[in-house]
T-cell receptor, first 111, second 115 residues
Framework: GQNIDQPTEMTATEGAIVQINCTYQ??????LFWYQQHAGEAPTFLSY????GLEEKGRFSSFLSRSKGYSYLLLKELQMKDSASYLC????????????FGGGTRLMVKP | GAGVSQTPSNKVTEKGKYVELRCDPI?????LYWYRQSLGQGPEFLIY????????DSGLPNDRFFAVRPEGSVSTLKIQRTERGDSAVYLC?????????????FGPGTRLLVL
């Protein structure tokens, strides 16, 4: 099975930096996805990490430590449109890439 | 190109009725996934198809739920004898295959309300 833990809610200020953490316990780990989901909309892909380290993609970066069962999503230069839920989803090997999502972190960006 | 589409976008039904939810994946995607999302929660896996066959249906909550993908493209999720607890957003996703790290692309979902 999988245990996924991420904060329920976070608040940050426009222009600031925010880090959203995710810890997981999974058998046969095969990488971790981050998705963004605006209220009432479909989740959209942000990043996939399978190796340890930081991957940067514009204002968003994602970090993974396999040995610690830990990942974070880093959002820089926050914009109001970044207000959304951020979903962490580790993948089990031999599971057809089926995603098991955490409960999501609802980020509110304030002016 | 066209993304994943789902119909209907909203469905209201009465307890005990039968419903069908449809998913049109991205053309050429061989893998198709169904998830269910309750308010304030992350999506919960139900079933996935590789081609026409259900490769893993371990997430289906009980035998009232069934899904098909007869031609390896469009999929239908069928719920018999609906219960109020079935109310949720049903999300469909597709990916080119099931290789490591293949991105799943989600549809807008069907919001099901069982009265």
């Amino acid at each position: 099975g999988q245990n996924i833990d991420q904060p329920t809610e976070m608040t940050a200020t426009e222009g600031a930096i925010v880090q959203i953490n995710c810890t997981y316990q999974t058998s046969g780990f095969n990488g971790l996805f981050w998705y963004q989901q605006h209220a009432g909309e479909a989740p959209t892909f942000l990043s996939y990490n399978v190796l340890d380290g930081l991957e940067e993609k514009g204002r968003f970066s994602s970090f993974l430590s396999r040995s610690k069962g830990y990942s974070y999503l880093l959002l820089k230069e926050l914009q109001m449109k970044d207000s959304a839920s951020y979903l962490c989803a580790p993948v089990r090997e031999n599971a057809g890439n089926m995603l098991t999502f955490g409960g999501g972190t609802r980020l509110m960006v304030k002016p | 190109g066209a993304g994943v589409s789902q119909t209907p976008s909203n469905k209201v039904t009465e307890k005990g009725k039968y419903v069908e939810l449809r998913c049109d994946p991205i053309s050429g995607h061989t893998a198709l996934y169904w998830y269910r999302q309750s308010l304030g929660q992350g999506p919960e896996f139900l079933i996935y198809f590789q081609g026409t066959g259900a490769a893993d249906d371990s997430g289906l909550p009980n035998d009232r739920f069934f899904a098909v993908r007869p031609e390896g493209s469009v999929s239908t999720l069928k719920i018999q004898r609906t219960e109020r607890g079935d109310s949720a957003v049903y999300l469909c996703a597709s990916s080119p295959g099931t290789g490591v790290g293949e991105t799943q692309y989600f549809g807008p979902g069907t919001r099901l309300l069982v009265l």
